[in-house]
Structure formats: C-alpha cells, structure tokens
C-alpha cells in the first residue's frame, strides 16, 4: 500500500513538474511576443532593440564602476 502510495505521489509530483515547465514556457513566449510588438512599436528593427538593451546594460555597469569608486575614495 505504501509502494503505491509512494508511485502515486511521484507520478503526481511529475505531472506537476510538467505543468510548470510548460507554464514557463508560455509566458516566455508571451513575454517574447510582447517584446516584439514593442519594437515594433516603436518602428526599430530586432538588432536596434538589442543594441538598446546593451547600451541600458553597459552604462548601468558604468554606474556600478563609479559607485564602486567612489565608495574607495570614501574610506
């Protein structure tokens, strides 16, 4: 009875495993779909997005850099 039990709550938990994975993937999708529909939006090609995003990304870096600095030049 308990092997059973035991089968029973592994096939459920493996189900559930599925169904979050999957629910990941759709809103992954979604949420790709949604980025899309933005740049078009805005009338940029794909690779005008990502070279946005890599500037976004490259001067908060900078900022990180220079926070880190000048909290050295505090101490």
Wanted: aromatic share 0%; proline share 0%.
């Amino acid at each position: 009875r308990r092997e059973v039990k035991g089968r029973e709550n592994k096939r459920r938990e493996g189900k559930r495993r599925e169904e979050k994975r999957r629910e990941e993937k759709r809103r992954e999708g979604k949420r790709r779909q949604e980025k899309g529909r933005e740049e078009k939006r805005r009338g940029e090609k794909r690779s005008e997005g990502k070279r946005r995003e890599e500037k976004i990304r490259e001067g908060k870096r900078r900022e990180e850099k220079r926070r880190g600095e000048e909290r050295r030049e505090e101490k």
